[in-house]
DNA sequence: GTGAAAGCGCTAACAC
DNA sequence: GTGTTAGCGCTTTCAC
């Protein structure tokens, strides 16, 4: 191949004898070049097979025309689709999308805003890694308007979209106890990030209305080893371990709640290979409404999270930011929690073998 | 807020009263520049906030420093997987990464290639949409390397990494006769790239080798909605339906593959509420070994695709072209696959309760 | 309508 | 060691 350098409007301008000024302005679709220059820069543009550098352009413009994008795990299904939603409806506003993956690393993590504000990108959404997080508040600082997904972190005053957890806990663990449930346990990851403590608390809530108290925390850790195995989504091993040993101590509650679909896997296992019915003898509860759940025996109740709803919110909420950015009135941040439905399934039900 | 533009390395020489030049060479720790001067420099640098443009770094440079990933869908597990090992690993070695999601749409796929051109990206990894392509060999011409990912497109002279489908499906579909099923079928989506077409010709083969001659043709083609439903995984709900239709008629197959481990959901539950057991009635496997899949009862046997490897590999030779980039040597395209495992579970062994 | 000149922020040649 | 000059490819003044 010969080592074929990019044409640029210098080429065009030069073998069409004008200046690159002209090419640039036709190409634009300025007014201000007559109708036979332009149409004579077009066809040479297409002829030589001229392509914009966007680089060059976004360094006199003055905006990457890029939005970043952090995120933790792309494995996590839920953040799989906030992936395909912002992209594309970044793309639908002429934004190319720079992703950066975290795996729970908080070095990475701070790497990540550094790197977003060396390329200057116009706008960013986050799902913070656990701990401080200030380097975010930094980068907002620095003139980079940003919205937090999923994982709001109160201390910081920074815009945040995503699930009202709490609601959706209320509601999911409120159901369980309608279904007759008087003892309830609620499976989590060890992960100090604000999902997990909404869960809980929305869990706690409802316990405390029901009147319900149990002897020990009904709150199970789940040491997740998704830390360790980067890129991949949750566990089930690591809940099933703990369900087993719950089933093997005998006091085995009449209801459990999971804080993700994966989690609620390794449950069912425990429990069928102890001769114990999901849905009859012990009720279960999840998060994420991922597709296996529909399928499981029984079929898994569950809270279905408005992956694409939450995206494009975050996008929209970004872009108004970056509309308004440099606008005297700092208005103050913003914290959107969509809520979500209830998937309920016969795993609630105790309905002795319906399955939805 | 107050209007703080970025500081630049004018602005520290300003400050300093040197020239920018030697701004920039202290701060890239080049040599040829006083310990004195350098220390203050660096100080200043501190004190400033000063954060290096890469986007001008880059425009003189001549690299943009960045890896262009053209992906269909994130939502696919195995995508997901690829996303995290090629982000981690670009990163290692000082690349940002630009994703772009395609949704199996050929415009959009096309517009791809024409982004990274205009990006000026070091390199493009790229799961091609069906059908022509030949904007991918275009750009590659462009002069920017380029890798195929897990889609071959034979007609189309490209470096490529993926999965050794057809070995796979061949030895999935020998573990199904040798476990002594005699009439078998393979559900796979209607869609026309090469993962698809491998797996059927191995399935082929391997029935071939048995001697194994069915009335209708074995190969049952999903019309499967994924196009539709924009950033979701497999839908089971379609195989669901045809392996229902295929239950009612009669004619039952005593093993059952199927092209992802979506679909031996929908097939599980159409055996399971047709009263048949999977693993001993219907022998099922799959692809893909999601985590779900080890779960289901009876556990799937499918095949484990290696997307953490095939993720390496790929950024590893794209990095080797980049390096060989302008060398005079021309290489031919190199095709590579990769073997993966078949991972055995109850739902292939006739065994009757075991559990894996 | 078109061209000349300046500059985005940075690095690479050259002088001294 | 350090400063000066030039230039990456593009857009935006401002003359003409």
């Known amino acids: 191949m010969v080592e074929s350098r990019r044409v640029t409007l210098k080429d065009i301008a030069k073998s069409l004898g004008v200046s690159v000024n002209t090419v640039s302005r036709a190409l634009a679709d300025k007014d201000s070049v007559g109708e036979d220059t332009r149409a004579r820069i077009k066809a040479e543009a297409a002829r030589l ?3 914009p550098n966007s ?4 360094l006199v413009l003055g905006s990457a025309m890029t939005l970043g994008l952090v995120i933790t795990n792309p494995s996590n299904p839920f953040y799989a689709r906030l992936i395909s939603t912002i992209e594309q409806r970044g793309r639908t506003h002429g934004y190319s999308l720079m992703l950066l993956v975290t795996e729970e690393s908080p070095d990475v993590d701070r790497r990540a805003a550094d790197t977003l504000l060396r390329w200057g990108v116009d706008g960013a959404l986050v ?39 709490h609601h959706a806990a209320y509601e999911a663990t409120r159901h369980l106890v309608e279904g007759g449930a008087r003892s309830l346990c609620l499976f989590e990851e060890d992960l100090p990030i604000s999902p997990v403590a909404e869960r ?51 006091d085995l509650p009449d209801a459990i709640m999971v804080g993700n679909d994966y989690f609620a896997l390794g449950v069912y296992r425990a429990l069928t ?3 114990l019915r999901v849905g009859d003898d012990v009720l279960v509860g999840g998060f994420g409404d991922h597709p296996f759940s529909a399928y499981l025996s029984p079929g898994l109740t569950t809270v279905r999270l408005p992956a694409a709803q939450i995206g494009t919110a975050a996008v929209d909420l970004l872009l108004q930011r970056m509309r308004s950015h440099g606008d005297d009135g700092e208005t103050a941040a913003e914290k959107r929690r969509e809520r979500c439905g209830l998937v309920v399934r016969a795993s609630s039900r105790a309905s002795k073998g319906t399955m939805t």
């Open 55 to 58: 680089m060059a352009r976004s």
């Open 200 to 250: 809980v608390a929305g869990f706690r809530k409802a316990l405390t209305e029901a009147g319900i108290e149990s002897s020990g925390d009904p709150v199970i850790s789940v040491p997740t080893r998704r830390r360790e195995s980067l890129a991949l989504p949750w566990e089930p091993a690591d809940a099933y371990r703990l369900a087993q040993d719950i089933v093997s101590q005998g």
């Open 127 to 165: 799902v913070p890694v656990q701990g401080e997080g200030e380097h975010w508040e930094r980068l907002h600082e620095s003139g980079i308007p940003m919205v937090c997904l999923n994982r709001d972190v109160p201390t910081l005053d920074l815009d945040f979209v995503g699930v009202d957890y």
């Open 49 to 51: 097979g001229y392509v």
């Open 273 to 275: 290979e102890a001769g």
